[in-house]
């Protein structure tokens, strides 16, 4: 399965961006990590497929929400009120198996089996 992401670039801090991945096949659950310089690669979003299900990171929780379109096998995360500590490379993911659904293991990157590559988001004034 292969993973494409697009909808990075320059933003003000206050503003908004939407991110877009699509899936080349079937995954359960598709979300998104990030990585700011010098920093590890934190989680931030998820959603399952089938029951929906989001997951968020505390520090986009109210900010983000993650969306899904079955139609087109992609996934969408909205980010609104960016905050300079929001600027990073936002890294779309796939998972290949089915997890309970409620389960920690989709904050974590071991629920993932398939990355895309990296988009970047610039907060700055």
């Known amino acids: 399965v292969q993973l494409q992401a697009s909808g990075g670039g320059l933003v003000q801090p206050g503003g908004s961006l939407r991110l877009s991945c699509a899936a080349s096949?079937?995954?359960?659950?598709m979300g998104w990590f990030r990585q700011a310089p010098g920093k590890e690669r934190e989680f931030v979003a998820a959603i399952l497929w089938s029951a929906g299900s989001t997951y968020f990171a505390d520090s986009v929780k109210g900010r983000f929400t993650i969306s899904r379109q079955n139609a087109k096998n992609t996934v969408y995360l909205q980010m609104n009120s960016l905050e300079p500590e929001d600027t990073a490379v936002y890294y779309c993911v796939g998972s290949g198996r089915r997890y309970n659904s409620g389960s920690s293991i989709y904050y974590t990157d071991k629920a993932y089996h398939y990355w895309g590559q990296g988009t970047q988001v610039t907060v700055s004034s």
């Open positions: 096949g079937r995954t359960y659950a």
